[in-house]
C-alpha cells in the first residue's frame, strides 16, 4: 500500500495544495483542527475577508476554481482615503485597465476550496483533528481526534505542514534546531489590530464606495474597511498597544467614543453600538514568521504561513500562499515524487521571495499608516498612475507585487524600491505631475532601472 | 513567609547571581537539571576551559571570590599562531602591561560558585531538578526531581531564568508571544564544533606554549587550543558541516589522520589515537539566541545565554553573563526589591551591549578564520600593539571588549570598528607600522573617533 501524501491545515493553503496533488492522482490525508465551517457555526471568519489578487487568482486557476470564485468577488480599484479633514480622495492601484485586487471572504474561499477536495476520490479531510506532533525522519505525525479524545499516528510518505502561523510541523523542526541548524525568527509590530464591522444600510446598500479599500490614515495609527458581499464591510482598526492613541487608551465606551469622534468621526455614524461592539472584540497581535530550511530529511516541507507568516499590509499573505502551491506544482513537473530534490527545489525558490513580500508588507505598514496622506507621496502615486497609463511598462512597485504574478517578490522589492527613491525625488520638486514631461521621466526610470529590467 | 527568589540554572550564572541575592539577605531556592559536579563524575566540562577576562573578573570581585579563583588561572597573554608553514607567530592581546586573558577550567570555577552558595544560609540548591514550565504571571516554576519522579511547583517572589541557551522560561514566553510580543532570533553558523584534547607531554609538560591562545587558521576554517593547569591543552576544531574540509569530509579512520596531516601536521603528534579520540566526540552547531522582552508582568527576567547565547568566538559568554549579574546588583542599589522597575531597567541597560557582543563574537569568528593570517590585519595588529604601549588612551577593539570592563560592549563594538576601518586603510599602504609617524596616526585615530571617546 502506498503511503499517502500527509497534509496539517485544511485552511486556503494547505486545502488547495491537497486538491492540487489530489488532482495529479496523489493520495492525500488533510488534517484540520477546527471544525468543518462548512457544517458548524464559526461566525468567527464568517466576515473576515482578504484582499485577493493575481499571484492568488492563478493559484485558483491551477486547480480549475477561478470561474466559480469570480461570481463571489468584490473589485476594489484603488484606495479611498478618508483625510483628517476635507472630502475623500481616490487613489487608483494602478493606471491601467482591468488591474485591480478583489475583497475575498476567507470562510467563502476556503469552502470552495473544501467542496473541491470532497469531490476528489483520493483525498481524505479530517476536521477538529489536531496535529500534535511529527516525527520528521520517518514522516509519522500524530494527531489527537477531539470527537473520541483519542490520539493516533500517520504515516506518510512526507509531511507537509500548511498549519499557519503556529505550526506544529515547524514547532518539530524548531524541537530539532541545532541538529537542523534551523534558524528561526518572530519579530512583532508595536502595533495590533481589532476587527469591527460597518453593517449595510438600510435595504442592503453600501454605506462608503463599494469598490475600493478605505483607508483613513492618522500617522502613526490607521483604520482601514473592505467591502464585503450583501453591503456591510469588515473594518480594521491598527494602533499602538500604548501612549495616548494606541489602544490602552481605549478603556471604557465614554473613551472608546471620544477617540472616534477625535479621529474617526465619519465613521461614528457607521457603527451602531460601537462601545458594545468595540469591546467584544480581541485585540490581536501583528507578527512575522522568517524560519529557515522550510524541508527536512526530504520528508516534510513548510507552506504558507507556517514557513512565512507575514504582516497584513500588502494584502499578499494569502496571495503569497497560494503561489506557494503554483511553485510545487511546477516544481512536480520537473521532479515528480522525489520529494527531496522536489522540496529543496521549492525551498530555494521561494524562501527569497518571502523574505521579500515579509519586508514589503512591513513597509507597506509604514506607507499606509504615515505616507499616503503625504503630499510628496499622494504626488508620487498621481504620476505613478500617469506613467502607467501611458506606458505599457510602466508598473509601481504595487503593481509588480499585485499584478505581475510573471515577477518574482524579491524582484518587485528591488526594482519597486529604486523606482521609488526616483520618483519621491522627483515629487519633492514644484513641478506637479501633470506639467512634467512624462517621457523623459520614463526614459530616465528605464536608465535608472535598466539592471532590474532586464528580467521583466 | 516571603516568598524566595527562584532561579532556574546552577551554572556560572545563576549560581553567581543566587550568591549575590543570598549575600544581599534574599532568600534564594537554585535549581539544577544536572548532579552536584562535586559528587557526581561528569567528566564532559572538566577538562573544558573557558576564557576569563576583565569583565569576569570584576563580577567574582563582587562577590568575594576573585582572589580564591585567581590562584586556578592560566594567563595567555596573546594568540599564538600556527600558520599553513613557516614558525608560529606571537600576537600580543595587548600593548600594555598586564593586558591578559585567562584560561579557566569551567567546571572548577562553578565549584567554587557552589561552595560559595554553601556558605550562605539563605541559598538553597536542588540539583537533577529540572524546570519543566514556568506560570509567568504568577513566578511559579514546576520542577521535575529526577530521584524520586515527582514533580512540584515553588512559587517566587520572582523566577530568573539562567538556564542557559535552551531556557524553560525563556521557552515559557515563547509560549506566550503573541500576548508578551516576544521577537525571537535564532541564527546558526554553517560551521560547527569538535572539542580534543592534547594531553600533557611527559612529566606533565605543556608541549605547547602554555601562555597563549593557539589559533591554526586555515581561510575557512580553524582549530584553537587553550591551556588547562597538569600541561594539557583543550582543543577545538572549527570546521564547515559541509564540503571538502569540512566535518563531512572526515568518514574514518584515515581520512581524519589525513586531514590532520594536510591542515594540521604539528598537531598530529600531540594527539596519541587521533582517529578513536575523534570518533569519541561528538560535532555540536554554533548558534545565537537573540530574544525581547527579557522580562514578564514584573515577575520574570532572563539572564546570561538564557536571554543571549553567543558563538564563543570573543570569548564573552560566561564574561557577558557575570556582567549582567553586576548590572543587576547595580541596579538593585537603586530599586531594591522593585522587581518590575528593576527587571525593566536591567533589561534596558543589558540588551543593547548583549546585541552588541552576539555580532561581535559572530564578526570574530570571521576575523579569526580568514584574516588572523592575513598580512594587512598582522600589520593593523602590529600597528595597535605600537599605539597601545606608546598611548595611553589607545584601546584596540579586542581591548575595549576585554579588558576595559567599564566600557560598555555597545560602544567597544562602534568605536572598535571605527578604529578598525580606520587601521585597516592605513595599513593597506606600503608602510610597515614601525616606520610609521605614530604620534601623526594618533592625532588622526583622536579626530576620526572624536564623538565616541567623549564617554571614555
Redesign the interface.
Known sequence: MTKPVVIAGAGLCGTLLAVRLAQRGFEVELFESRPDMRRADISAGRSINLALSDRGLRALRMVGLEEAVARELIPMRGRLIHPESGDPVFQSYSGRQGEHIHSVSRGGLNMALLDAADDLPHLNVHFETTCTGVDLESATARFHEHATGESYTVEGCVVIGADGAHSAVRQAM?NQ???L????????L?HGYKELTFPPAPGGAYALEKNALHIWPRGGFMMIALPNPGGSFTVTLFLP?EGENGFEAMTDGPSVRAYFNRWFPDALGLIPDLEDHYFQHPV??L?TVRCHPWTAYGKSLLLGDAAHAIVPFYGQGMNCAFEDCVVFDECMDEFGDDWLRLFQRVQALRKPNADAIASLAVENFLEMRDHVANPVFMKKRRLETLLENRFTDYFSKYSLVTFREDVSYALAQTLGNAQDAFLMDLCRGDTAPEDMDLQEVMTRIRMHTAHLRQSL
Do not use: I, K, N, Q
Not at 541548524?181 to 512583532?188: E, G, P, Q, T
Open positions: 524548531l534546531a541545532p541538529r541548524r534551523f534558524d528561526y525568527r518572530l519579530d512583532w508595536s498597544f490581536s497581535s507578527g
